[in-house]
């Protein structure tokens, strides 16, 4: 047999690796890496959860309803139907290196809300233990985009309360420095911002009616445009003309002819009841003056047995169409006949 001389211990290799003369393994162990306490207030280098308790979330400070509503209604639908779509938030840190003068109003929490406030409110009233959550650091880049994400957020919904959202625009006003700037900002049209702008220019106590609801939001915005000292009389009569009862037309009262004796524009006869033909036949009646005579009264007692002047009448009283139709009528009762 074959005698293979055995190597020295230094130079016995294996595939993939190599050990030393003790039989030690001599691949370098990467350093494993240690975060800063910074990197660990900032939440680098850790992956978000995907659902966080209720008590490490705040609400967005830049959020433009200041009451949010229907609460009790939004709590109800998550404990009864669950969290649809997670709420959007940024990290502590993220919101505070752009908004260092909002950390008392976020106090300790780990994240703040930007879209999803009034569904953080449902759950704190109904007591739900924890939300999933979103997070995006983007979102905090700066006032203006945190505004601009939170109004666009809340804009769609019809329950934001007016003044609200003119307020909220307004800033977005003083951030961009024009009405057009801010109308590009929400894919709006200038006079769309213009007229929610209007509401500002209220007198307090007008603005106070509007948050009521007992001024409307479209006069009042009409109104905001006028001198401070017309408001007030302009306001008074949009309020008036909405609890003012529109006057209902009274209903016309006509008798009923006897099932014997039909009364129509053709067999009535000159003096039925009293009354003269003139005023109960439908040809002559001054609400069908549409005709295209010269404009003069018929008589008051129509010759019925002179069909040339009861065709004079009707020429000057009838329409061409309501000719034709009342020519038809007769043609067909006389074909029936």
């Known amino acids: 047999m074959r005698q293979v ?9 294996t595939q993939g690796f190599s050990i030393d003369e003790e039989g030690t393994d001599q691949t370098p162990v990467p350093r494993r890496s240690v975060r800063t306490r910074e990197q660990i207030m900032r939440g680098e280098g850790k992956r978000p959860p995907a659902s ?17 509503t229907d609460i009790e209604e939004t709590g109800a639908s998550l404990k009864e139907r669950g969290q649809l779509q997670p709420i959007a938030v940024v990290r502590r840190a993220a919101f505070l290196a752009v908004h260092a003068d909002q950390a008392e109003a976020i106090g300790n929490a ?60 307004q800033q977005l006003k003083e951030v961009h420095g024009s009405q057009n700037q801010v109308a590009k900002r929400l894919g709006k049209t200038a006079a769309w911002v213009s007229q929610r702008l ?22 009042a915005r009409r109104i905001g445009r006028l001198p401070k000292e017309q408001q007030a009389e302009e306001a008074a009569k949009a309020v008036n003309a909405v609890k003012t009862p529109r006057p209902r037309s009274p209903r016309r009262t006509t008798e009923q002819p006897s099932a ?20 109960i036949n439908a ?8 005709g295209e005579g010269d404009g003069g009264t018929a008589p008051a007692v129509i010759d019925w047995s002179d069909p040339e002047a009861v065709a004079a009448v009707v020429r000057q009283r009838m329409s061409l169409p309501h000719r034709k139709r009342l020519a038809s009528i007769l043609l067909r009762e006389n074909t029936s006949d």
């Open 198 to 219: 209007a509401l500002l220019e209220l007198t307090p106590e007008l603005q106070v009616q509007v948050e009521s609801g007992d001024l409307k939001v479209e006069p």
């Open 52 to 68: 966080v308790a209720l008590s490490v979330l705040a609400h967005n400070p830049f959020n433009p309803r200041d009451e949010l």
């Open 110 to 169: 780990e994240y703040v809300v930007i879209d999803g406030n009034r569904r953080l409110a449902g759950a704190t009233a109904v007591g739900l233990p924890q939300l999933r959550i979103d997070v995006n650091d983007d979102l905090a880049a700066s006032a203006a985009d945190m505004l601009e994400s939170a109004l666009i957020a809340n804009i769609h919904r019809v329950d934001v309360p007016p003044m609200d959202q003119a307020k909220a625009i």
């Open 260 to 279: 014997a004796e039909p009364v129509n524009a053709v067999n009535t006869p000159p003096a039925a009841a009293g009354v003269s033909a003139s005023t």
């Open 283 to 290: 040809v002559n009646s001054r609400e069908d003056n549409e």
């Open 5 to 13: 001389k055995a190597k020295p211990q230094s130079e016995r290799v």
